[in-house]
């Protein structure tokens, strides 16, 4: 038994569907893991400024609905579960020498409203089970914008143009950096980030996200 289980006595629970009697593995009853498809996939966005981009799990429809309750429906404890699929690609798909785990942020404004940021809970917790440190508010998102699902893609690329930036460039020059997101949407939001983040000196991004909707 790890110290996981420990920490969380809540045995047999599972996170997803709430159903105490299946057999339940790193918060995920079996029934529930049938149902979510692991896709361990690799994207190719377009860049040389990205080392790596994958994603953990196809975007079905019971995804669909977990990911919307993670970020709607104020279920921030999905984390527990979402990160430990996330963790399975990590060993997986062998990401490894990773010097500081960094994730998407969003505006404060809307960090406020929905109370926390589904990106930030997901990577402290992948950092607390690799052991490695997270930078938190450095990179930050400062404008408003759209949200990017509603947009086309000229507009999806005007709407992200120079709304993030980084308040401490000493923490990422010379690292090698994971950046976390719950979802690729276009692939234009990591790619914005890891262009602040190499332009100020990074080695190298990694770019990890749970699901991706991009077609
Ligand atoms: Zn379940």
């Known amino acids: ?10 045995k047999n629970l599972c996170y997803l569907c709430k159903d105490r009697n299946g057999v339940v593995v790193d918060f995920i009853c079996n029934e529930c893991r049938e149902r979510l498809v692991f896709s361990n996939k690799e994207v190719d966005l377009d860049t040389d400024l990205i080392h790596r981009t994958i994603y953990c799990l196809s975007y079905n429809k019971y995804l669909k609905e ?3 309750d993670f970020k709607f429906n104020d279920k921030s404890y999905l984390y527990k579960p979402l990160a430990e699929l996330m963790f399975i690609t990590i060993k997986n798909k062998e990401i490894k020498d990773i010097d500081l785990i960094a994730y ?6 809307k960090e406020a409203i929905r109370g926390y940021n589904q990106s930030e809970l997901l990577a402290s917790y992948i950092g607390e089970v690799l052991y490695l440190p997270i930078s938190r508010n450095n990179l930050i998102k400062y404008k408003w914008t759209k949200e990017q699902n509603t947009l086309n893609r000229s507009e999806r690329l005007k709407n992200l143009k120079d709304s993030f930036t980084i308040r401490n460039p000493n923490e990422f020059i010379n690292k090698r950096i994971l950046l976390i997101d719950d979802l690729i949407t276009t692939g234009s939001t990591f790619k914005e980030c890891a262009n602040l983040i190499m332009e100020i000196g990074a080695k190298s991004v990694t770019c990890l996200a749970l699901s991706s909707s991009k077609s």
């Open 104 to 109: 998407i942020p969003i505006h404060r404004k």
């Open 1 to 10: 038994m790890g110290i996981k289980n420990l920490l969380f006595p809540t």
């Open 66 to 68: 977990i990911v919307h």
